[in-house]
């Protein structure tokens, strides 16, 4: 595996039960279509985010798949 996909894992392990991981990585890549080091990224600040408004990461990671655009996902990263 790719060693930035361990890094998104060591990340999300940290958030969620082992057994959402992979799935959640999957989704992740293919919304974004994206290299590992966007993903890794992506994953980052959503843990961020929810770190920040004191939500669980999965509320968060809801907010992304709603995000629509570069602008979306800009405006929800700075909140």
Sequence with gaps: MNNK???????LSLCLPA?????LLEQVH???DADPDTVLEVVTTIRDFSQRQGCSFGTAFSLFRQCRNLGDWQRLKNL
């Design 19 to 23: 057994e959402n991981v992979v799935s």
């Design 5 to 11: 996909y361990t890094q998104v894992k060591e990340v």
């Design 30 to 32: 293919l919304q974004l």
